[in-house]
C-alpha cells in the first residue's frame, strides 16, 4: 500500500514508518519544514514538507495514497499553548481530512491518533472506575483532551458524511525507551529531581498546590542527581501506565488494512501499569543513583486504560514492561554505534 504518516518524525512515527517500510509498503511522511530528524527517516521514504495548518501544503502529501496515518499534532509535553492545541489537533486534521475527501476518493483508511486524556477530567481526583475502557465519559478537563475529541468527532463525521473509512486509537502515555534514562527528556520530570523542580518553576499559572509541591521538591534537592517518586500527603505513591513506542506502532500496524477496525474506536496502552516507589528504586539501581519520596498535593491519582479491545479485535499485544524499557534504554546507551 501508498500510506502517508503525519507526525513520522516523533517518538511512535519513527517505529512505525519503519515498520511500514519493513512490509514492504511505500512511506510518504508529512514533515514540518527544518525538522532535521527527517534525516534519520528509512531511505525511500517520500518526504513531503508541509503543515497541517497549512491547507496548500497537504495536496502533495496525500495525493495517490491508499491509507493515512494521523500522528501529528500539538503535545502537552512539548509544551505546546493551548491555541495551538486548537489551531494543530482540531484545525489541522479538519484541513487534512478535506484534503483526503477532495483527492484521495477511493481512500481505504484513515486512522487517527487520540488520546488517554479525552477521559482525564482533573489528575488530582480519583478515575470513576479502572482500568478506562472505551465506554468511559469523555471528560476531558483540559484544551489539549478537548482537542482530540474535536479531532475524533471530525473524523467519524467524515467518515458518516464522506465515507472516509476511519479508525480512532487512544494512546495512552507513551515513551521511547531512552526517555526514561534521560534527565533531559520529557518524562524526566517524573523521574529525575531537579528536572522537576524546573517543571514545577515552569508552570505559569500555579497557584498554592503547585507553589507547596515545588517547595516541597526544592527542599529534598541537593547537589547531586537524585531520583524521586511522588506520592500524595498519605504517602501512597502514584501509580502511572506507560507504553513502549514500538509497541504502539505495531499496533498501528495490526489496524492497517483490518476490516474489524473500520469505524471503531480502540484503547492501546502499556502492558501493565506499575507503582512509581517500585519503578523508581528499580531505575535508581540501574542507574546507580539515590532516590527521594515527595509527598505532595499535586501528586496524581491512579490512572491506567485497558487495550482488551483492540487485543481481541485487532491482535495488539503490549510486550515492553517499564522495565524492560529501562533495561533496552541502558543496553542502547552501552552499545557502540
Known sequence: MRVLATGATGR???????????????????VVPHDNRAADLPSGVDVVFGRLEEPASLGAAVDGVDAVFHLAGALTSRGCREEEFVRVNVQGTFHLLKAVRDRVPELAHFVYASSDAVYLEKPDENARYLPV??????LAGSVYGASKIGGEELCLSFSRGFGIPVTVLRFGATADARELVNPNSVFARWLFLRA??????????ADGAQLETQSALETLCNDGEQLV???????NPEVRQWADARDIAAGCMRVLGSAAAVGEVFNMGGREPHCAEAFVAFLAARLELPHVKACIPTARRPWYITSGKAERLLGYEARYTVYDMVDDAIQMRETPV
Open 133 to 138: 475502557d472505551e465506554d468511559y465519559p469523555l
Open 12 to 30: 511512535i512515527g519513527q517505529h512505525l514508518v519503519r515498520a511500514l517500510t519493513d512490509a514492504g509498503h511505500a512511506v510518504r511522511a508529512l
Open 229 to 235: 517518586v511522588y506520592a500524595d500527603r498519605d504517602g
Open 196 to 205: 522537576a523542580i524546573d517543571h514545577a518553576r515552569a508552570m505559569t499559572a
